[in-house]
């Protein structure tokens, strides 16, 4: 199993971000997904969830701001970052949930 995350970068306070992840080696469309990251110095934390059935759930930082979803014709999951925060910094991971498969992580820095 391959998870490729891609779509980090910089951006202001305020602006948007979509992160991507390709995943290989599975039949995605049977498995719950989900956002990870960590800030410096910081636990790994859960940023948004999506079962094979695409419901959703979100961390109460994110909520209203974060949209997570699937496009299971393409393996592909994706997180849709909107008025982004400079706590929102951190590298994003996604994974297949409940499982130790990880994508490699994708650095997203939001300046103030």
């Known amino acids: 199993v391959q998870l490729q995350a891609s779509g980090g970068g910089l951006v202001q306070a305020g602006g948007s971000l979509k992160l991507s992840c390709l995943v290989s080696?599975?039949?995605?469309?049977?498995?719950?997904m989900a956002w990870y990251r960590q800030a410096p110095g910081k636990q790994r934390d859960l940023v948004a969830t999506?079962?094979?059935?695409?419901?959703?759930d979100y961390a109460d930082s994110v909520k209203g701001r974060f949209t997570i979803s699937r496009d299971n014709t393409q393996d592909m999951m994706y997180l849709q970052m909107n008025s982004l925060k400079p706590e929102d910094t951190a590298v994003y991971y996604c994974n297949v949930h409940h499982t130790d498969w990880w994508g490699q992580g994708t650095l997203v820095t939001v300046s103030s």
């Open positions: 999506i079962t094979g059935g695409d419901r959703t």
């Open positions: 080696g599975i039949y995605f469309r049977n498995v719950g």
